[in-house]
């Protein structure tokens, strides 16, 4: 994603927030907080838009859903005569 990622953001498939913890690089779960940035606030709700000013987009995301979806497709074309 190119562009910095705002508030109120919503993903233009399914309408979901994008400026969200489990969006960010920091968002671990296994981290106090659940947040590898030191002195974060706690957030209730982690797939809920939020004011977190240390939020950056986790660009790994794309590239996981992507391979994901090229898989999937393989295997889809791998077992197509099987139906």
């Known amino acids: 994603m190119s562009a910095r990622v705002q508030r109120r953001d919503e993903c233009t498939?399914?309408?979901?927030?994008?400026?969200?913890?489990?969006?960010?690089?920091?968002?671990?779960?296994?981290?106090q907080n659940e947040c590898?940035?030191?002195?974060?606030?706690?957030?209730?709700?982690?797939?809920?838009?939020?004011?977190?000013m240390s939020f950056e987009f986790n660009a790994t995301l794309e590239t996981d859903a992507a391979e994901a979806d090229?898989?999937?497709?393989?295997?889809?074309?791998?077992?197509k005569g099987l139906k």
């Not at 090229?70 to 077992?79: I, N, Q, T, V």
């Open 36 to 52: 590898r940035e030191n002195g974060s606030f706690y957030i209730r709700d982690r797939e809920k838009a939020n004011f977190c």
């Open 13 to 31: 498939t399914c309408g979901a927030d994008l400026h969200v913890c489990k969006n960010c690089r920091f968002w671990d779960p296994s981290y």
């Open 70 to 79: 090229d898989a999937r497709s393989k295997l889809e074309a791998l077992f």
